[in-house]
């Protein structure tokens, strides 16, 4: 059973910074196929892939509205994917989710690419940006 534990967010204020992590366990091929994203959804509004980095070569995906503010890295020693989020706007307030799926890695550095891919989700995570 695959499992996604995601940790950091919170409160923050404008143009600060926070990191959000998200350790894998159990994805046994994950090494030769996964990809892992964050999705975020603000109240009222559907949720989105914000950014997503596949795993066997790092190679990854950002966002055009968070490009140069928000940065995707993995860890694979530690099993984990991070999400750096810089020079926070309040727009940014929203839950965090972490996703993981099998993809190719054309598929997840795709802009297009449907949440419905991610078979696996974390349980979501608070960012709260004040202006």
């Known amino acids: 059973q695959v499992t996604l534990r995601q940790g950091g967010g919170g409160p923050v204020q404008a143009g600060g910074s926070l990191r959000l992590s998200c350790v894998h366990a159990?994805?046994?091929?994950?090494?030769?196929?996964?990809?892992m994203g964050w999705f975020r959804q603000a109240t009222g509004k559907q949720r989105e892939r914000v950014a997503s980095?596949?795993?066997?070569?790092?190679?990854?995906f950002i966002d055009d509205s968070v490009k140069g503010r928000f940065t995707i890295s993995r860890d694979n020693s530690k099993k984990t994917v991070y999400l750096q989020m810089d020079s926070l706007e309040p727009d940014a307030t929203a839950t965090y989710f972490c996703?993981?799926?099998?993809?190719?890695?054309?598929?997840?550095?795709?802009?297009?690419?449907?949440?419905?891919?991610?078979?696996?989700w974390g349980r979501g995570t608070q960012v709260t940006v004040s202006s």
């Open positions: 996703a993981a799926g099998r993809l190719r890695s054309a598929s997840c550095s795709t802009s297009g690419l449907a949440q419905g891919h991610f078979g696996y």
């Open positions: 159990a994805f046994t091929d994950i090494y030769r196929t996964g990809c």
């Open positions: 980095i596949y795993v066997p070569t790092g190679e990854s």
